[in-house]
């Protein structure tokens, strides 16, 4: 599972970003005004929520992480014309630069979080980041590894199940999908609410760090599986 002739070790570095994403949809939920940064389509209800007048949403911070989740990924797409021929290098590039967005979202939560503009500069620059993953992840083309959202992941898992009368593949990609975005929230709930919101971000750019230097060995090689996918 994460170290095939396809995808090398792709499947490892992105079953971490999906730790990161956990771990960042904690914050954001927890602090930030019950807003998503790597989930749109949690940001997608909760405009239909304000909207009917629902107390505790931020339909400005779901504007903002939607709108900036997007100019990240045109950042990734700026990437991907440069690095999209080999899938090493493309993830390393755009690891970097969401660990250096991460990391500056950290210093930036280190101020007054009472203050709406720390939110939402916060809740800014990690849609920023978070943009940059997922124009990434879908690139690089691992199926069942988006590393943002799981529901695909798990209907597949169901769908293709002996119980459902399918005979789909192996099961242990989309579970390890789902359990490694589980596993992020529960790991950065527990920060945020034991400990701060920037030993939350802290660990996720600790995590982001690791998976660059590991992603930056990964794009000395050549192998078949650093080949772009079939469009």
């Known amino acids: 599972m994460f170290n095939d002739a396809r995808h090398g070790p792709l499947p490892a570095f992105l079953v971490a970003l999906t730790v990161v994403s956990g771990i960042v949809d904690a914050v954001s939920f927890l602090r930030l005004g019950h807003v998503f940064v790597a989930n749109m389509t949690g940001n997608v209800v909760f405009l239909g929520f304000a909207a009917a007048g629902a107390p505790g949403i931020s339909a400005i911070g779901s504007i903002l992480a939607m709108l900036c989740f997007a100019l990240g990924a045109v950042v990734a797409g700026r990437l991907i014309v440069r690095h999209g021929a080999h899938r090493g290098r493309l ?94 929230a529960f790991v950065g709930a527990l920060l945020v609410l034991r400990v701060s919101a920037v030993a939350a971000l802290g660990t996720a ?15 000395t090689t050549a192998a078949s599986w650093t080949q772009a996918p079939a469009a």
Do not use: E, K
């Not at 660990?99 to 930036?108: E, I």
């Not at 590894?145 to 799981?150: G, S």
């Not at 982001?208 to 990964?218: E, F, I, K, P």
């Open 91 to 184: 993830l390393f590039a755009a690891t970097s630069v969401q660990c250096g967005l991460v990391a500056l979202a950290t210093c930036v939560a280190a101020l007054d979080p009472a203050l709406d503009a720390v939110r939402y500069l916060v809740t800014v620059i990690m849609a920023l980041a978070m943009g940059v993953q997922n124009a990434t992840a879908r690139r690089i083309g691992v199926p069942d590894l988006t590393t943002t959202v799981v529901t695909m992941s798990f209907t597949g898992l169901v769908a293709d199940s002996p119980l459902a009368g399918g005979h789909g593949p192996s099961p242990w990609r989309r579970i390890t999908g789902i359990v490694s975005m589980c596993l992020g």
């Open 205 to 219: 750019t600790l995590l982001l760090a690791l998976t660059a230097m590991a992603t930056w060995r990964a794009s």
